[in-house]
Every structure is written in C-alpha cells, then in structure tokens.
C-alpha cells in the first residue's frame, strides 16, 4: 500500500433517468460542464425503445440526475454511435447528451487515462449509494474491448452500472465506459460457467470512435492524462531528481505532508515518511502533483529556488498529469476569474484574442461570452498553449495563461487587477520566469486595455429649442469640469443666438479644443444635456464645420466621447438622483440587456426593481416605440447607462451593437462607442449602428443649484425637437 492513500467514499455519481423516471436506467460521466456521456443502449432503454436500437432518436428528451437525483437537468442526444452487434459483445454504443444548463459546479469533469492490462478498477452504480459498488480486474485488453472478470465476494456489475465511468481505485482517473456483462446460466452454477465477466469500452476506444462520426470537439473538451510508469525513462528521471532534490527521509517529510494536505489524501500517522519511489509514482499519476510539490520548496526555501527545481518542473512537461499549475494556484485563479466573468463575461476572450497572437485560443475562448462554469475548461485548456514570445537567455518562457491573466488583469478594477498580478508573481516566480518577461507582457496588456487617466477636464454642453422665435433653432451653453472638480460657466462668440445643428456642433468642437489647449491633456469628454425629446436628436452626428483650410469636417461624435445626460427626468420623478447615486455605486458595470427577446415596460420594472435592483447598466433592443418605452422607464428608475440603437427597426437588429461590446467594461464604453462611431466613417456598411449613449455619472451633479440664473429652457421655450 502506498503511502499517500485516497479517503473513502465514492466519487460524484451521474445518472440517466426517463422523464421524471425515479430509477436510473444508467449511469453517465460528465465530460464538460454542458455534456456528458453514456451507453446508447442506456438511452434507448430511458426512451422505451429497443435496446440495441441503432437509429438515432430524433428531439427526444430525457433527465440526468445528480448528487442521488436531488438535481435534474433535462438533456438531448447531441453524439450517437449505435450499437453494432455481431457476437457475444457489441461495439460502438456510445451517446453523448447535451445539457440543458450546466452542470453543478461541485461536481469536477472526469479525468481520463488509457486503460492497460491487469489494472484494478471500480464501477458504481446509478443510484449513487456508497455500497453499490464493483470491484473487477481488467483480465485482456482486446482491442477497443476491455474484458473484466469480478470476484466471487462483493457485488457484480449488472443493470444500473451501465454507461458509468470505469474508475482507477485512486478514484481520481478514468480508464473507459462499463458497457455490458455476458448472459448469466439459467440454473445451477457450475466449474464450467463463466460468470461475473463483464466488458467495457477503453478510454482509447471512445476517443477513436468519437473520432469516426466527426465528434473530435467533443475529445477535445475531456481531461485526460496518459500516465508514465516508474520503469519508463520518463519515470527513472523523475525518481533520479527526486533523490537529488530530497536525498533523506527528513527532507522528504514535510514537502510530502504538503502535498498530501494539499490533494486531500490521507497519511500514516506513525511519523513515517514516503520513499522516493512511492513520492514519484505520485508524481507521475495524480493531477498538478507535481507543481504543488515545486510550489512548497519553493516557499519552503525563503523564495531561493532549489538548484534542481529546473529539472523537476522540466519533467513536468512530459508527464500529462503534472498540468502547469499548483492546486492552490489553479484555485485561486478560478475564483478570481469568476469573479472578472461576473463582472465582464467578455473580457476573458477579448483579452486571448489579444493575448495570443500566434496561438488558436482554446474552445472555451473561441466563443465571445465565457460562462462561470466554463472558467475550469478555460485554464485547464490554456495551460496546454505555449506562446513563442522572446525571453531573457537561459529562462522559460511566458506560460500562455499568465500571457492572458496579465490582459485580463490590465481591463478589471484596481483590487482585482492587484490580485491577478500577485497571482502571476507567484506563478511565474515558481516557473523561474525572468521578472523581466513577465514585466514586458504586463506592459504590453497596458497598452492594450488603454488604460489611460480619466480625461482630466470635461466639457457640458446644455442644449436647449430656441423656441417660437427661430423654429428649428438651439441655444447651447457650455460649462468646464476642471481636473480640481470645479466648474464654470464658458463664453462662447455665439452668446444666445439661435444656432443650426452645424454651428451648434462648432460651438462645442471649439470650446472642447479650448479645454483641450488650456490643459495641455487629450481631448474632453462632452457631455450634452438635454431634455427627454432630445435624447432622440443625432448629435453625434451634427458636422462640425471645418476648423481650418485643410481639415475636412467631422460628425462630432467622431472628434469627442459624446454622450448624454437628462436632468428634466430629475424635476419629474422624486428621489431619482439618490437612486441614481445608489445604482451608481462604485462604477463596476451591472447590466442588464433587454432583448433580443420581446419585453414590454412591466417585465422591465420588474426585473429593475427585484434581480436587477442593483442594475447600473440598461441594453435597449427593438423598434422605436417600444424603445422609446423603455429608455423614459429607465431613466425615470435611476438607471445612469442606458445604451440604444437610433436605427435598429426592431429586436433582430440587436446583433448590430456587438462591435460596441454593449456589456464590456463599464468605465471604457465611452470609449468604445467613440471608436464605433470614428469607424462608421470609413466603413459605414459595416458599422450600421447608430449608438446613443446616456452617461449620468456624478460629475455634474449639482450643477443647477450652483448657477440658479440659468434654466434648462427660458419660459418661451419649447422641447427639443424638429
């Protein structure tokens, strides 16, 4: 028996149920959050039909059980491979279910390993219950059949064990799928009998015949390993460092009780310590092992990384079950990146596509929204990249997931960022990474993300209908939010002449450069303040004018952030500035995004004011008079970004905002519809979003009691509009 052992009990149990069926039909393994995996015949049986039925059942639907049935997800066939029967056994018989949701957290994706001969192997059955369990040894590897015999003591595999994962009495890998047992005698038992033999699909087989009917993704998705053995040159080299490293059983003592505090194994308790043989056998098949051993002599040394650690973590590449990262490291980072998809669940794969230059992301990046459950996918598979960047002589490289982690970290709010980079320290630290390396990626996600100052002064213009005595004419007032958080009142040459949208739009280019001059910063960022029917006028769209000989003229909204701001629904609804205030919070982005899917003004509130009582961030979709519902409700709800479409005719055009990246980092949307709107100039069919963008920060708060002289509109005034 080794010295590190495995606590007792049986591992997380999925099961095949019929529709609201209460017995299991069969068992299953969950190969990703959103998939698992099982026998075909499994499914037939869950669906009433034949056995060995070989058609693939059309839109049928059936549930997969969880932690003894308590949680049911409903799932459909998304991989058929029919049984193909000829002898006493068949082949093929797999099915792999698509997941209505995820799967519990709780419950990890199955480790696989090739199976290989005379290994020892457990089955459980679907009901989950820790006694229902089968002991068996792998007596011939027949090709893609594996043949197990069982004891005479203990129980058998029978009806239930079917389509369950074959486990390794470590209980932490896999090494194929339970598939059937042999028919047993009518009768009395005798010598001549084969009995308790049961065969089973290697793990090898399933990936070869998931391979035949083109489900290479689905392999791709899995977690496997291929295990070296002690007697292999891998496993020789590994136990020569080891006696280097921890010569004597005293130095072996406490990086040994580390690493099984760490992995959750228990150990004697007579003050014994592993042999290097029984510390590398460990090494060689337990999962991130050996980074987790590589992490406590590192720390356990005063941060001096002992002389052979290069060897040990060099060994690590080769062997599948190493993995690059610690077990407290990957738990650290997982939590931490749950936290940044809470908060952005885009920015994980703009940050890759960015990132990785050079290198196909893996699948869980290759989609624009990265589920919370889809975090463990998405470091397990960025572990397995490398990036080709150049580093300082003599020194690894930058690992692919530090690379994406440092372009995360570059895009989040300061305490999550300062957390990203003490994890990338410590990781790259460990690695024997160059600070230097390191240092350089990090500059690189700095000029990326943008991460420029706030512009340090800010313009207001209020927009205001001339009124009866020039149609069609405005008045604009413009004020100057100093870096200090002063503001005053600017002049402008036009004073309170009526003015056309063009001039209006060179009133406001010019007293922007103004600021711009005076500050010697990047441009401002406008702010136009308008009443409720003007939140409907193109401002952004207003040209400029030409400012000299030789520049042409610009829509507005392509020079400066524009955006607006309505304190008319201030004077309409009471207490709307401290719910502003409240939703405001701490500017973190908390959105909510109504469509593409119809939802009328009810269904809007209601969100608002229950799961979304929080919600600092509103998305409106669909045609104007409803939009147009939706954008007053908003407001009227203290909502202080609200972000729409002027164009879009109804809920199919919503696709159209995604180049803004709608629910992306808050504090950069400003900016990111800036740039939409500069783009649209060059390619306008590309860009056939017209973005409107309300901004209701705090930074103008107040401004009206400060000047009571001047109102939104004169008494001779009338609303915004054409």
Request: hydrophobic share 40%; charged share 25%; proline share 9%.
């Amino acid at each position: 028996m080794s010295w590190f052992r495995r606590a007792p009990g049986p591992p997380p149990v999925v099961s095949v149920h019929a529709r609201g069926g209460t017995e299991a039909c069969g068992t299953a393994a969950l190969l990703s959050p959103g998939q698992v995996l099982t026998c075909a015949h499994v499914v037939n049986e869950a669906l009433g039909l034949p056995r060995l039925n070989p058609r693939r059942p059309a839109d049928a639907e059936l549930d997969v059980a969880f932690a003894h049935g308590e949680r049911r997800i409903r799932a459909q066939v998304r991989v058929w491979v029919p049984p193909r029967t000829g002898t006493a056994v068949w082949h093929g018989d797999l099915c792999v279910l698509s997941l209505a949701e995820p799967a519990p957290t709780w419950i990890p994706p199955v480790v696989w390993t090739d199976m290989v001969q005379r290994q020892t192997l457990r089955a459980w059955h679907g009901c989950g219950d820790p006694v229902a369990f089968a002991d068996v040894e792998l007596k011939l590897l027949d090709g893609h059949v594996g043949y197990l015999d069982g004891e005479l003591s203990g129980a058998a595999i029978g009806p239930g064990f079917s389509g369950g994962p074959l486990w390794t009495l470590s209980g932490r890998t896999a090494v194929g799928l339970v598939v059937g047992r042999l028919a047993q005698p009518d009768g009395a038992v005798t010598a001549d009998h084969t009995v308790r033999r049961a065969w089973a699909l290697p793990w090898q087989a399933v990936r070869a015949e998931l391979a035949r009917v083109d489900a290479v993704d689905v392999v791709s998705t899995c977690r496997w390993v291929r295990t070296a053995a002690l007697h292999d040159p891998v496993g020789a080299e590994l136990v020569s460092v080891l006696r280097t490293l921890l010569p004597v059983s005293a130095a072996r003592a406490e990086p040994a009780r580390h690493l099984a505090q760490e992995l959750k194994l228990d150990t004697p308790q007579d003050g014994s310590v592993p042999t290097v043989e029984e510390l590398a056998s460990e090494l060689l098949t337990t999962p991130r092992a050996l980074p987790t051993l590589s992490e406590h002599l590192v720390t356990g040394s005063d941060g001096e990384r002992p002389r052979r650690l290069a060897s040990l973590l060099a060994l690590g590449r080769v062997i599948e079950a190493s993995a690059l990262l610690s077990h407290g490291e990957y738990t650290f980072l997982e939590e931490r990146l749950r936290d940044v998809v809470a908060w952005d669940d885009t920015l994980p794969a703009r940050a890759a596509q960015a990132a990785l230059r050079f290198t196909q992301p893996p699948d869980a990046l290759c989609e624009p929204v990265l589920p919370p459950e889809a975090v463990g996918q998405m470091i397990t598979g960025l572990e397995g990249c490398q990036e080709g960047d150049a580093v300082p002589e003599g020194t690894p490289r930058v690992p692919s997931l530090v690379h994406v982690v440092e372009f995360i970290a570059a895009a989040v709010p300061e305490a999550q960022r300062e957390a990203l980079h003490y994890w990338s320290k410590r990781v790259c630290a460990r690695l024997g990474v160059h600070p230097a390396a390191l240092d350089q990626r990090r500059a690189d996600a700095r000029l990326w993300a943008g991460l420029r100052s706030v512009p340090k002064t800010r313009l207001l213009a209020r927009l205001s209908a001339y009124g009866p005595a020039a149609p069609g004419y405005f008045r604009c007032r413009l004020w100057q939010l100093r870096p200090d958080g002063s503001r005053h009142r600017m002049d402008t040459p036009a004073g309170d002449a009526p003015l056309t949208e063009e001039q209006v739009a060179t009133v406001i280019r010019d007293g922007a450069e103004r600021l711009q001059h005076n500050s010697r910063s990047e441009p401002p960022a406008v702010d136009i303040e308008v009443d409720r029917a003007g939140l409907h006028l193109p401002v952004d769209e207003w040209e400029t004018g030409r400012p000299n000989d030789f520049e042409p003229s610009l829509p507005l909204g392509a020079v400066f952030q524009v955006t607006l701001r309505c304190p008319e629904m201030s004077r309409r609804v009471p207490q709307r500035d401290l719910e502003r205030q409240r939703r405001w919070g701490d500017g973190r982005g908390r959105p909510l995004v109504v469509g593409p899917s119809p939802m009328d003004s009810r269904e809007v509130a209601g969100l608002l004011r229950s799961t979304h009582v929080d919600a600092n961030q509103v998305v409106v979709h669909g045609p104007p008079e409803v939009r147009n519902q939706l954008l007053d409700l908003c407001l009227a709800l203290g909502v202080p970004v609200v972000l729409w479409d002027r164009e879009a005719l109804s809920h199919e055009h919503a696709g159209r905002l995604d180049p803004v990246s709608p629910t992306g980092p808050l504090h950069e949307l400003p900016r990111r519809v800036h740039r939409y709107r500069a783009r649209s100039l060059t390619e306008p069919s590309a860009q056939p979003a017209r973005p409107a963008l309300v901004w209701e920060d705090d930074a103008w708060d107040g401004l009206a009691h400060e000047d009571h002289a001047l109102q939104l509109t004169d008494p001779d005034e009338g609303a915004l509009n054409r």
